[in-house]
């Protein structure tokens, strides 16, 4: 049996030496065979020169580069693609989450589970989880990470979706499976600095919203309905007081605040229905999800073999 570690790697040049030596130990008291895929996800620094070193002296060690920086969740889903292990396990390059939890995941895969993923313990989920959470019928697990050890059969269906816009918390747990959850508490980063952006996190809630619900859609026919029965009502007493006698006030300022509002409301709507069609856009031009500059690991796992779009 082969376990798979699969880790990105962005400028983590400080932290490779730590993570390798870590990740040795424990391999070293698992029954198991092991491989480590990095993936160099286009880092400014020199961490594809200190991979490749570590390829050198252990032959355990595959390096997939990447031709540029495709993200976190493109740079996991090429790590997954190249991986070759009857269990894959993905977690990041700084240590925040702990190797040593492997052992744990390795138990609890050979006890039956085809999924077993880390979550934080001790921390409140974060408001974009319970938003997500909310407008989302797929269960995300609170405060789960991209933690988590594989079965093979969830790889090769997770390998199956071909969506641009990645998730992958999401797609796992789309997938059932039988799926366990370790705790774990979260570590300080071990050395160099968080390279997700505000706006990457920003952009991620959003993909997770609008890849796993239309709820937004649904609130904008809403949005529509409300206007137009407030619209109605105030048809309805405009009509009364003109039957009535009543004086109607001069109509500019009723004018004004009904354009303003209604162009506001549609203006929305557009909006909301344009961030799904910008999706739609970028699905269908069926790009591959990242391009391989260079793979040194076993030859029969060429990047052209390994279909980069699964379908
Ligand atoms: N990462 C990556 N590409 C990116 C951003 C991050 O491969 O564009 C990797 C990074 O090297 C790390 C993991 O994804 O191994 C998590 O990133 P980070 O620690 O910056 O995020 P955080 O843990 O703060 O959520
Ligand atoms: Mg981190």
């Known amino acids: 049996m082969l376990l798979s570690v699969v880790v990105p790697?962005?400028?983590?040049?400080?932290?490779?030496?730590?993570?390798?030596?870590?990740?040795?130990?424990?391999?070293?008291?698992?029954?198991?065979?092991?491989?480590?895929?990095?993936?160099?996800?286009?880092?400014?620094?020199?961490t594809l020169e200190r991979l490749k070193a570590l390829a050198g002296t252990d032959p355990r060690v595959r390096v997939l580069s990447l031709s540029r920086n495709f993200g976190h969740q493109a740079a996991l889903s090429a790590g997954i693609?190249?991986?070759?292990?009857?269990?894959?396990?993905?977690?990041?390059?700084d240590l925040q989450h702990?190797?040593?939890?492997?052992e744990e995941f390795v138990t609890r895969w050979r006890a039956g589970y085809d999924l077993v993923y880390a979550y934080r313990e001790g921390v409140r989920p974060r408001l974009g989880y319970r938003l997500i959470n909310a407008l989302v019928s797929t269960r995300i697990p609170a405060e789960s990470a991209d933690?988590?050890?594989?079965?093979r059969r969830v790889v090769d269906a997770f390998r199956r979706m071909p969506e641009r816009a990645r998730f992958i918390r999401g797609?796992?747990?789309w997938l059932g499976f039988r799926q366990c959850g370790v705790g774990y508490r979260d570590r300080q980063r071990f050395a160099g600095r968080r390279s997700y952006t505000l706006r990457q996190t920003a952009r991620m809630?959003?993909?997770?919203?609008?890849?796993?619900?239309?709820?937004?859609?649904?609130?904008?026919?809403?949005?529509?309905?409300?206007?137009?029965s407030a619209g109605l009502v105030y048809g309805v007493?405009?009509?009364?007081?003109?039957?009535s006698g009543r004086p109607i006030e001069?109509?500019?300022?009723?004018?004004?605040?009904?354009v303003l509002i209604l162009g506001g409301v549609q203006l929305i709507c557009v909006g909301i229905i344009a961030e799904y069609v910008g999706r739609i856009f970028e699905e269908v031009k069926q790009r591959p999800l990242y391009v391989v500059r260079e793979w040194i690991g076993p030859a029969d796992r060429r990047p052209e073999d390994r279909r980069e779009n699964v379908r």
């Not at 693609?81 to 390059?93: F, I, R, Y």
């Not at 702990?98 to 492997?102: A, F, N, Q, T, V």
């Not at 001069?250 to 009904?258: F, I, V």
């Open 237 to 243: 007493y405009i009509l009364y007081a003109r039957l």
């Open 147 to 151: 933690f988590r050890l594989m079965d």
């Open 81 to 93: 693609d190249h991986a070759a292990g009857d269990a894959v396990v993905v977690m990041d390059a």
């Open 250 to 258: 001069p109509g500019w300022t009723a004018l004004m605040l009904t």
């Open 171 to 173: 797609m796992i747990s």
């Open 9 to 46: 790697c962005c400028n983590e040049s400080a932290n490779i030496a730590e993570l390798h030596r870590r990740l040795a130990e424990v391999c070293a008291g698992l029954d198991l065979d092991a491989e480590f895929v990095f993936v160099d996800d286009g880092s400014r620094d020199d």
């Open 98 to 102: 702990p190797p040593e939890l492997i």
């Open 205 to 228: 809630a959003l993909n997770a919203v609008l890849a796993f619900s239309t709820v937004p859609l649904r609130a904008a026919s809403l949005l529509g309905l409300c206007t137009l």
